[in-house]
T-cell receptor, first 115, second 113 residues
Framework: AQTVTQSQPEMSVQEAETVTLSCTYDTSESDYYLFWYKQPPSRQMILVIRQEAYKQQNATENRFSVNFQKAAKSFSLKISDSQLGDAAMYFCAYRSGSPGNQFYFGTGTSLTVIP | NAGVMQNPRHLVRRRGQEARLRCSPMKGHSHVYWYRQLPEEGLKFMVYLQKENIIDESGMPKERFSAEFPKEGPSILRIQQVVRGDSAAYFC???????????FGSGTQLSVL
């Protein structure tokens, strides 16, 4: 089974600053998808960003961007101009490109935004 | 278009009782996933269903747990004879097709007394 590792249980960032959350994964497949999900205190899981492995260009969504290093199996999330509303648990997730496969999630990184 | 609806939001059961968790996927979504989240842990896959079919149940405990996604109606995760270790947040997610992003419900917090 694939594994997803988030080595930072907790991170903090000053409001308006930039923070990077790390994620590594283990797979022997070449076709897959990577995701970052945000879980605020409301518990609702919200998709932040998605990356297809076959795309070399890093995905970007407004203040959120990723650094996808396929050879290193690394998929970090960069949050620019951090806002108080960014405070949440962030989960990295992997999904195989083959049909009938599930999502694998990391254990999460708790992000605190300091005013 | 309503999102993924899970109910109840909170469920309290005594040991030995049955728990039934419901999930209505987003309109047009035929793929449903159930995940369990324990405190300080990530989401653990339990089961993946399409309408009337179980695609992958490799994450489901062999006993007491079952899931269904009938042709009509919500997906149901059923836990028989609950034990304290079943206490967790159970999340349902749906997608319209394979390899599409997941849309999550708000979860059901199960507490076993």
């Amino acid at each position: 089974a694939q594994t997803v590792t988030q080595s930072q249980p907790e991170m903090s960032v000053q409001e308006a600053e930039t923070v990077t959350l790390s994620c590594t994964y283990d797979t022997s497949e070449s076709d897959y998808y990577l995701f970052w999900y945000k879980q605020p205190p409301s518990r609702q899981m919200i998709l932040v960003i998605r990356q297809e492995a076959y795309k070399q260009q890093n995905a970007t969504e407004n203040r959120f961007s990723v650094n996808f290093q396929k050879a290193a199996k690394s998929f970090s999330l960069k949050i620019s101009d951090s806002q108080l509303g960014d405070a949440a648990m962030y989960f990295c997730a992997y999904r195989s490109g083959s049909p009938g496969n599930q999502f694998y999630f990391g254990t999460g990184t708790s992000l605190t935004v300091i005013p | 278009n309503a999102g993924v609806m899970q109910n109840p939001r909170h469920l309290v059961r005594r040991r030995g009782q049955e728990a039934r968790l419901r999930c209505s996927p987003m309109k047009g979504h035929s793929h449903v996933y159930w995940y369990r989240q324990l405190p300080e842990e990530g989401l653990k896959f339990m089961v993946y269903l399409q309408k009337e079919n179980i695609i992958d149940e490799s994450g489901m405990p062999k006993e007491r747990f079952s899931a269904e996604f009938p042709k009509e109606g919500p997906s149901i995760l059923r836990i028989q004879q609950v034990v304290r270790g079943d206490s967790a947040a159970y999340f349902c997610a749906s997608s319209p097709r394979e390899n599409e992003k997941l849309f999550f419900g708000s979860g059901t917090q199960l507490s076993v007394l």
